[in-house]
């Protein structure tokens, strides 16, 4: 019997004579060669000329744990930038304040040090959690320390209060008295009524300013008032700045004479631009005229 194999446009002739047996075996031997040529064909046409390597080849590694602990030690890192940044500016004010010279004592600069070198274990290296963990700490004692010098500040500011305190002249740098202390017609209703302060009046937006050095005890919207001002200025004598457009204090800060608080409005009960002038002393409004037209201390 002959065979003649079809590979890849090639006859391959096979002449031989076979009885049963050899013939089931021929078959079985063919099958078995046919079928490993066709397997090797369709290898060879999967296989990538240019064989790429994603991801998955490489080492398995926990890259978006990593990322977001380099992302969380940035913005620590910035935000005790911006800590460090306000405790210079606070350190300069205090330094100031205490005529302490430029050369002794100069927040923008790291202070003086020395000391004989001791070797550290640079082999130790900390990972970004326990790093994150030491400059959240340090966080913690730079926001100790920013407390600590606003509370140094406030002492050093009262004892400026002590000398600033003194209450006299208007509440405004340019404007007129309109109205003053004592009986007078409602400006609304025509009746007979108790103005108990002065009213300075002027454009909207001009300047009020703080006729004594205290501390702003109220700074915000009062019934009648409108937007309204406090200062506590010590010994039972506050007071206060009523019709605000804008309030540029809060309480608890520390006003110097002088100092802009608000710009003037016509908020509350009011017919016009005016700021609303009191004096109270032991939480009792008085006259401001005496204090207005008082000369302040040299």
């Known amino acids: 019997m002959s065979l003649t194999l079809l590979y890849r446009g090639k006859n391959v002739r096979f002449s031989m004579k076979l009885n049963k047996l050899h013939w089931l075996s021929a078959l079985t031997a063919f099958a078995l060669i046919s079928g490993f040529i066709v397997h090797l064909i369709a290898s060879a046409d999967d296989v990538p000329q240019n064989p790429t390597y994603g991801m998955s080849n490489l080492p398995s590694t926990d890259v978006p744990k990593v990322d977001s602990q380099v992302i969380a030690v940035t913005m620590k890192l910035a935000e005790l930038q911006s800590q460090v940044l306000r405790l210079n500016a606070l350190g300069d004010r205090l330094a100031e304040e205490a005529s302490i010279p430029d050369n002794e004592f100069n927040f923008q600069q790291s202070p003086p040090s020395g000391g004989p070198m001791i070797h550290s274990n640079d082999g130790k290296q900390e990972n970004l959690e326990a790093l994150l963990l030491s400059i959240t700490s ?52 025509g009746k007979p009524a108790m103005h108990k302060g002065v009213d300075f009046a002027g454009s909207e937006n001009a300047d ?91």
Request: charge should be positive; glycine fraction near 12%; charged fraction near 25%.
């Open 138 to 189: 340090l966080e913690q004692t730079l926001h100790h320390e920013e407390k600590q010098l606003k509370m140094l500040e406030s002492v050093s500011f009262g004892h400026h209060i002590e000398n600033t305190r003194y209450l006299s002249g208007r509440p405004i740098t340019k404007g007129w008295l309109s109205s003053y202390f004592g009986l007078r017609k409602d400006p609304f209703n």
């Open 208 to 298: 009020i300013i703080a006729t004594g050095s205290g501390v702003v005890s109220w700074a915000g919207d009062r019934y009648g008032y409108g937007k309204l001002i406090e200062i506590n200025h010590g010994d039972g004598l506050k007071t206060r700045y009523g019709h605000n457009k804008l309030i540029s204090v809060a309480v608890g800060d520390v006003v110097t004479k002088g100092q802009v608080i608000a710009k003037m409005g016509s908020t509350g009960r009011s017919t016009g631009p005016h700021v609303h002038y009191e004096i109270l002393r032991n939480n009792r409004q008085i006259d401001p005229k005496q204090y207005v037209y008082r000369k302040a201390k040299e």
